[in-house]
């Protein structure tokens, strides 16, 4: 497709005070989506990393660009999406045009995009590639919060989704903060594979050390070096409860992210003008 030279992305990330990986998938992605030359510039901000989103209305100062596409590299829908993102980035609602005429673009979160489905059942299958499926739970690890009630429901989606396969003996999502808790994950199943996969966008402090504590194969509060951190991806398969569990690595650290985040654009300007040509042609 032909590059657009008046339209910039924005991807948004939540970020971590305490762990650079928080933010390595999103500027990854960002260095991707560059290589592809869809968009005249690519940015990356943050909650709680620098540049922040304030820092980001200072972004895209080229008279020639007429639109930026703000994506939030988030799995749902909830209180970020809904109320700090717009907050920070001063959006009005899906379109907002600026003082100067720019107009920005406010598209769907990653984790609504419809490949979900696919990119889980693959990180499951290449954790556990040996493992029969019909002997398996699979189990979706989401966050929980008592702050919007749509935090959960991206995790129940691609639960329901993926029961309809048929694949695994039980498939269930479960929550760090709210029920079903990953905490009871050995009485929620029943069977002697247990395959458990972070509904997250990167590897931070939740996957390496939250999640394995509350699965009970690290202990609580023993946090590793960085360059440890991965070792419990590595481990597989932990014995618990005279189980086999097997844990991956959080499903935003799928290079695929960076095509998904090109279509949530694509998606946003085909409802709007239905007939141009999208961005994301030949993403591989």
Known sequence: MTRRSDAALLIVGHGSTMNPDSSAPNLAHAAEIRRLEHFAEVACCFWKEEPSMRDALFFFRDPRIEEVYVVPNFISEGYFTETVIPRELELSGPRTERLSGQVWNYCKPVGSHPMMTALLLQRAREVAPDVPERETSLLIVGHGTNLNDNSAVAAKREVEAIRRLNRYAAVLNVYMEEAPLVTDWAKLTTTRYVVVVP??????????????ALLGIKAAGSPLSRDRAGEVFRQNPHQSHERELYYASSIGTDPRFARIIVEQAEAFRSERNPRVEGFAGGVA
């Open 199 to 212: 509904f997250f966008v990167s590897d931070g402090l939740h996957s390496y050390e939250d999640i394995p």
